[in-house]
């Protein structure tokens, strides 16, 4: 029995001694220095093409031993190149175990470089006579990208007003679908989400004379299957933009520069506007007249609030003005004014009186004004004895006129 008991011990002290001496490396390798390198900054993000990139760049000291003299090194690749080649390398200097040390590096984005996910090289050494241990990090240009498949696609625009005038201006509002129509979608033996991405979406004028007002937009969100989304971009006509169709170019960021696409806006200008003509003489008998003008809308879509004011020095107008409100694309409306020259007045109504009419109209948010000038209400052309005895003589018939019809009624019973 006290054999056993002694083989038992020396068994259990050889184990001790096995484990210590497999034990003593990794001892040793928890004590000495090891870095870990991560960016954990990117300026601006995603990176913008044609622009410089600053990258924060942390070093983590995560061993158990001092780094006596740590740099780190950025590895650019195309289409990434540094702001100078002897910033390529910052010395930290000394670090201690659990401590950390960051240091920034400007890198430049090619003019022609593409959207998407791109690799660059990190390293870092803990010595100058020590070998570099290096990490392979991605940085998004131009747009985020993700593994979604959702297709974004433009599914109608509309323009207001539906016309536009020289000076107008309005809004172009685009509805933006997710073609998908299931929920996920399997490529290669991998399932992938249709959800749609729209990180970007802006509207850019291909001809002069027009603007967009409105900034782009960043970061819309998810649109998922079938669904869609409404964006509204503010445009402005120039007083001096041809008239014509112009064209915008809607450029969409989607998924990723894959899922990207350009489409064709057309916006309409047109100057054509309400036209008041009058419809029959315009003559003054007796200082009083009654004009007639026919309003016509001889612009492409529907003008609202139409309102037209007859103007003339020394003349007063019954209605002050006339409203008549919308009108549609060749709608013709007859309107009458009664006009009377205004006794405290030095008109002389003998000669022709020069009248302005004004019409007044919205085209969308737009007012718009347009006068029918130098019109002329000419004076009768009978001396005023003359006129008094026609309109006696007038106002005898018309006496006459029922009483000799009731003489011919009698004698004919």
């Known amino acids: 029995m006290k054999l056993i008991k002694e083989r038992i011990i020396a068994a259990f002290f050889s184990l001790l001694v096995i484990a210590s001496v497999f034990a003593a490396p990794a001892s040793a390798s928890v004590g000495s220095a090891n870095l870990k390198i991560t960016i954990v900054e990117t300026n601006p993000y995603p990176a913008k093409i044609g622009e410089y990139l600053t ?5 983590e000291n995560v061993g158990g031993d001092k780094a006596d003299d740590v740099d780190i090194e950025i590895v650019p690749e195309y289409p990434f190149s540094l702001d100078s080649t ?12 659990g401590r950390t040390a960051t240091k920034e590096f400007y890198l430049y984005v090619d003019k022609n470089a593409q959207k998407g996910t791109r690799s660059i090289d990190l390293r870092a050494r803990t010595e100058k006579d020590k070998p570099w241990s290096e990490k392979t990090v991605d940085i998004r240009i131009g747009t985020e990208t993700f593994t979604s498949k959702g297709t974004v696609e433009l599914a109608e625009f509309v323009t207001s007003p539906e016309v536009f005038m020289p000076g107008d201006k309005g809004t172009i509002t685009v509805t933006l ?3 998908a129509t299931a929920t996920t979608v ?3 033996d991998e399932d992938y989400d249709t959800n749609a991405r729209i990180q970007a979406a802006t509207l850019k004028p291909l001809s002069d004379g027009i603007t967009n007002l409105e900034a782009p937009y960043y970061e819309m969100g998810l649109v998922g299957p079938g669904d869609s989304i409404q964006l509204t971009f503010n ?5 001096d933009a041809s008239e014509g169709t112009h064209n915008l170019e809607l450029a969409i960021e989607g998924n990723s520069y894959d899922y990207s696409c350009r489409k064709n806006i057309p916006l309409k200008v047109d100057s054509s506007n309400i036209k008041v003509i009058p ?3 315009l003559q003054m008998v007796g200082g009083q007249a009654t004009v007639e003008f026919d309003v016509a809308n001889t612009h492409p879509n529907e003008l609202n609030s139409v309102s037209i004011k007859p103007e003339a020095e020394g003349v007063k107008f019954y209605p002050a003005e006339y409203f008549i409100g919308p009108m549609d694309s060749d709608e013709l409306f007859t309107i009458e004014f009664d006009a009377t020259i205004d006794d405290s007045s030095d008109v002389d109504a003998s000669e022709p009186i020069t009248m302005d009419v ?3 109209y919205n085209n969308g948010i737009n007012r718009h004004e347009n006068v029918a000038g130098n019109l002329k209400l000419e004076p009768d052309s009978m001396p005023a004895e003359t006129n008094s005895t026609v309109a006696i003589a007038g106002g005898v018939i018309a006496v006459f006129i029922p009483a000799a019809f009731l003489i011919y009624k009698k004698k004919k019973q």
């Open 55 to 59: 990258l924060t760049v942390q070093v």
């Open 177 to 179: 679908k997710n073609t």
């Open 279 to 281: 419809s029959k003489p």
């Open 86 to 97: 002897a910033n390529a390398v910052q010395n930290i200097g000394a670090l201690n175990p």
């Open 186 to 188: 399997t490529i290669d």
């Open 235 to 239: 445009v402005k006509v120039e007083e």
């Open 358 to 360: 004004t019409a007044t």
